[in-house]
């Protein structure tokens, strides 16, 4: 009994082989899916982010990693990339940070310094009165292993000078889609 139960397993398992086409594992299709997508650079995610507001792009100081550091409390240590522009200007306050960190522990640390610096802005910070619908609508996005704060954009002038202050941040919020457009169509 024993012989042909192992018998029939033994059909079963060779008739299931022949009918699963075997796939070398250096095939194409295995390779593909066991590769990792390609993650864009930051220096690619900083020129679409600047292409889609064209002009009206004004961070034009590059930031060095200490001052990273003093600003954001992000540390080199973190991110095996970044770029962070603010404008030479001090009464305009649009900023662009890109953050490449090391793994998800350190995203999550970077993130966290990017939300407290954020909050500190809308708090602490004195700003033209022009420039708070702007902070408020700020925000720090992530994608990937890359976060982001973002702080541009320009609003219609006659909305700037006749809007409620909610219809401000909103036009803001929707300037700053902008850039987490640019950013997604990269990551596709």
Do not use: H
């Not at 029939?8 to 075997?22: N, Q």
């Not at 640390?109 to 610096?117: A, D, E, H």
């Not at 702007?134 to 994608?143: C, D, F, I, L, T």
């Amino acid at each position: 009994m024993k012989k042909k139960i192992l018998a029939v397993i033994f059909a079963v398992s060779l008739a299931s082989a022949s009918v699963i086409p075997a796939i070398p594992l250096n095939s194409p299709s295995v390779t593909v899916e066991a590769a990792k997508k390609k993650q864009p650079s930051v220096k690619k995610i900083r020129k679409a982010i600047a292409d889609k507001y064209g002009e009206s792009y004004v961070p034009d100081v590059s930031l060095t990693d200490s001052e990273i550091t003093q600003r954001y409390g992000i540390k080199s240590s973190w991110y095996s990339d970044i770029s962070a522009e603010v404008p030479m200007i001090s009464n305009n306050v649009d900023t662009l940070v890109i953050v490449k960190a090391k793994n998800k522990n350190t995203r999550k640390k970077i993130k966290k310094q990017l939300v407290s610096y954020r909050q500190k802005q809308i708090d602490e910070t004195m700003q033209y009165p022009m420039n708070i619908p702007k902070v408020q609508a700020s925000k720090v996005y992530v994608k990937d292993n890359y976060v982001f704060f973002i702080m541009l954009g320009f609003i219609d002038s006659s909305l700037e000078e006749t809007g409620t202050d909610e219809q401000l941040i909103e036009a803001y919020k929707a300037e700053n889609k902008k850039a987490v457009d640019a950013i997604n169509a990269l990551f596709k």
